[in-house]
């Protein structure tokens, strides 16, 4: 198994720090061989971001705001100045104003809706676009999501409608480059304690309810996406495209809460 990934070259967009998801896969993927490369946004995320990457042996480090085209393109000029050719990417990016995750959805700005839609939805296809004129030799994608596209969770609004917009862009996505063996696919996680998470407002009750109504009885740890994304990202999944894959300890299969929380 050690060897999964190795000759392997990918970017992971989206660390911000060592309690990101992006940070518990790209752990897993370079433990499995591979080479990565990573993007950061602005100076004080790279100051975090540039350590965590040495502690994989990387150095090849860009920095990345999605809302600029420009920077996009700086990102895979860089790659294909240093690589030549990629093998997969991770998008792992996600943004809205916290005002609005909380309360209404209905009192979603068009201003918010505009730039949630931009960074959280249409930047996986952006980076796609870009990321598969380097897969010549066919190659991997992959997202975060969230169980709140397809069911409404309180307060996270907006998010949700974007995240449906990614989950349906996965599909066409994988559609559109399968025939290039390239494969996009998504990871829909359980809630995890990241800093984009602590922008949706009670968040840590949503934590703690799941915690006790998933199947497994808890929520999950990046470690546990990171496995996950390994499966999606190697040729263990060559099958599989198009596809949204829950982590998260079960808790989408449940139609009700425990008897235990019923009585509680
Ligand atoms: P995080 O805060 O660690 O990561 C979010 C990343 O998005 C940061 O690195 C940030 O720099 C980046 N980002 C935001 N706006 C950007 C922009 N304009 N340009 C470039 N990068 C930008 O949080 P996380 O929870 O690890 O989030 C990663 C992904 O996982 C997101 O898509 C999120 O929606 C998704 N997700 C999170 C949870 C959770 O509970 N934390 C659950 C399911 C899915």
Redesign the pocket.
Known sequence: MDGLMKGKRGLI?????D?????GIARKLAEHGADLAF????DA?GRRVKPLAEKVGSDLLFP????DSA?IDGVFDGLKEAWGSLDFIV?????SDRNELKGLYANTTRENFVRTMV??CY?FTEVARKAAELMENGGQML?????GSTRVMPNYNV?GVA?AG?EASVRYLASDYGPRNIRVNA???????????AG?SD?RYMFSYQQRNAPLRRTVV?DEIGGSALYLLSDLSSGVTGEIHYVDSGYNTVSMPTMEELKR
Not at 64 to 67: M, R, S
Not at 187 to 197: E, K, Q, Y
């Open positions: 967009m989206g660390v911000a720090n309690h990101s998801i992006a940070w993007t950061y946004q602005g995320f990345c705001d999605v809302e920077s998008h792992a990016i996600g943004f960074i959280s930047s997202t975060l999501t969230y169980a998010m995240k990614l990871i829909s996680a359980g809630p995890v304690r990241t800093l984009a998470g949706i968040a990046i």
